[in-house]
């Protein structure tokens, strides 16, 4: 199993930018495809972005999309996710997964952190 540690998240008014960061350990990320989610209160958990372990470019979800860049460090075994101008919507718990390269489902998971966008 990979151990995964997000941080980054924080308090950001409307328009703001911030870069979450999600650590792992345990097992290399080379080997893994790695991807971000979020969930609001009262709200499903919605995917955001991925990463192939085979390090194809980023994909993102529509609602993300032209604002938020995922990046993949391989040396330092994390990822990023660059959030620019945020809004209130985007208010969320964000977190990261990992899953075998190939598999279907993502089955690592982050505590999570908080993200917070006030207008």
């Known amino acids: 199993q990979v151990q995964l540690v997000e941080s980054g998240g924080g308090l950001v008014q409307a328009g703001g930018s911030l870069r979450l960061a999600c650590a792992a350990s345990g097992r290399t990320i080379s080997n893994y495809d790695m991807g971000w989610f979020r969930q609001a209160p009262g709200k499903e958990r919605e995917f955001l972005a991925g990463i192939s372990y085979s390090a194809g470019a980023p994909y993102y979800a529509d609602s993300v999309k032209g604002r938020f860049l995922m990046s993949k460090a391989n040396a330092k075994n994390t990822v990023y996710l660059q959030m620019n101008s945020l809004k209130p919507e985007d208010t969320a718990v964000y977190c990261c997964?990992?899953?075998?390269?190939?598999?279907?489902?993502?089955?690592?998971w982050g505590q999570g952190t908080q993200v917070t966008v006030f207008s």
């Open positions: 997964a990992a899953r075998m390269g190939g598999a279907l489902e993502y089955n690592n």
